[in-house]
Nanobody, 127 residues
């Protein structure tokens, strides 16, 4: 199982952009689905975006559709979340996670169905 590390977070003004990276420390980066989630203090962890390997199937939370894009670079063992038109309500710690293999009944939207998580990166959007 690869070790996942998020990076690319920071402080940005409303309307700006950030690109988050999720890199795998292992020699291989094998998974069925990759997901991005976010969490603020005192609140539940929320789904943001997900994709199957190769990015042929993608899924987005309604709150980020049209603004965020999930992608993967197999050669670099990395996944990305491009965030445009950022809003103050996007402020959170962002996590990447993977589902190791396909399991009937698992959800792309439920964090409990992911089995490998990074440590998170802080995104702060100012008004």
């Amino acid at each position: 199982q690869a070790q996942l590390v998020e990076s690319g977070g920071g402080l940005v003004q409303a309307g700006g952009s950030l690109r988050l990276s999720c890199t795998a420390s292992g020699r291989t980066f094998n998974y069925y689905a990759m997901g991005w989630f976010r969490q603020t203090p005192g609140k539940e962890r929320d789904f943001v975006a997900a994709a199957t390997w190769g990015g042929l199937s993608t899924y987005y939370a309604d709150s980020v559709k049209g603004r965020f894009t999930i992608s993967r670079d197999i050669d670099k063992s990395a996944a990305y979340l491009q965030m445009n038109s950022l809003k103050p309500e996007d402020t959170a710690v962002y996590y990447c996670a993977t589902q190791a293999r396909y399991s009937p009944g698992n959800s792309f939207y439920n964090g409990d169905d992911y089995d490998n998580w990074g440590q998170g990166t802080q995104v702060t959007v100012s008004s």
